[in-house]
């Protein structure tokens, strides 16, 4: 009886010992140092800091990061830009903080956010901490709360994918469009921009007609320290499907009701400005293909020129 114990104490011992093996070498050996989609917000982060003054900085989520030629914008103004937008899943609070640290007097912020002001994917959220832990600074009070049960989630997904990369051999998970490389040095991602456009158009949510005013709030505080730092901060509705737009035209004319009340920052778009056919965005509802990137820039160039403009009057 005892040496049955003893054997299932060593084969338990063993078992654990293999699999912590597995989880750290896949997570310092093949994890770390990946081209990982989200490393790009450390780089975002350089180019920031190394970046002088005055310069237009692009802020939002992916609608801007997949759908703005930010070289052909910095042409045409005469003014660097950095484009710090990553992912409309970091949520709002995330997405502002990550460039509150950087804010320099004479800069141009140009905010846009998808249709879902809110809080973040705990998830993602999760994953780009695991990858960039100085990003934890940007998590909200709610966010850091929820965080230690998201890294735990995360931590046993690694671990799955662990065992999943020994028994397969396979290295080969890097994704194709979404990978640190396949952004330029502005910031934007260009790694799409060659390729067939998907038959189906995703990540097609729900909008819903609801009180935004706690994240209105959230924008012009941010907005109220920008200012104080000298900086000038604009809104830009995102572009969006003609579809998706006559489907939740209703709720979009409110969003846009509450923000043209309560917003303390000047809205440089209608909600229409940027719609375009489907046949424009690439894989989401958010991120335009190559010509629908080349048709916004051309609408954006003109809009931020006339403003620009009037600002240096």
Known sequence: MKKNILHILILTLLIAVSCTGIYYYYKYKVRTNTNDFVLALADKTVIL?????????????????????????ADSTGLPVVNMSMLGGYGLTFMLNGVRPGIR????????????????????????????????????????????????????????????????????????IY??????????????????????????????????????????????????????????????????????FPEITSYDQQMRQSLNIPILNKVDTFIYDDEYFFDTVYHLNKQGREMRTNQLISILLEYIRNRNV
């Not at 809080?119 to 709360?145: F, I, K, Q």
């Open 49 to 73: 800091q190394n970046t002088k003054a005055p310069r237009i900085v692009f802020v939002g989520g992916s609608n801007l990061v997949f759908g703005v030629d930010s070289k052909r914008v």
């Open 105 to 176: 007097k004479g800069d141009i912020l140009i905010l846009s956010f998808e249709y879902f002001l809110g809080e973040g994917e705990m998830d993602l959220l999760a994953h780009t901490v695991d990858m960039v832990p100085a990003a934890y600074s940007y998590l909200n009070s709610w966010e850091r709360r929820a965080y230690p049960l998201a890294e735990a989630k995360l931590r046993l997904k690694q671990f799955v994918e662990a065992l999943q990369r020994v028994a397969q051999f396979n290295t080969g998970w890097v994704e194709e």
């Open 179 to 248: 990978r640190r490389d396949g952004f330029n040095s502005y910031g934007d991602v260009i790694s799409h921009l060659e390729k067939p456009t998907p038959k189906v158009l995703g990540r097609r949510f729900k909008i819903e007609a609801t009180d935004y005013s706690y994240y209105i709030g959230l924008i012009n505080e941010f907005a109220a320290y920008a200012r104080s730092r000298g900086a000038t901060l604009y809104y830009l509705y995102p572009d969006y499907p003609r579809s998706e737009f006559k489907k939740y």
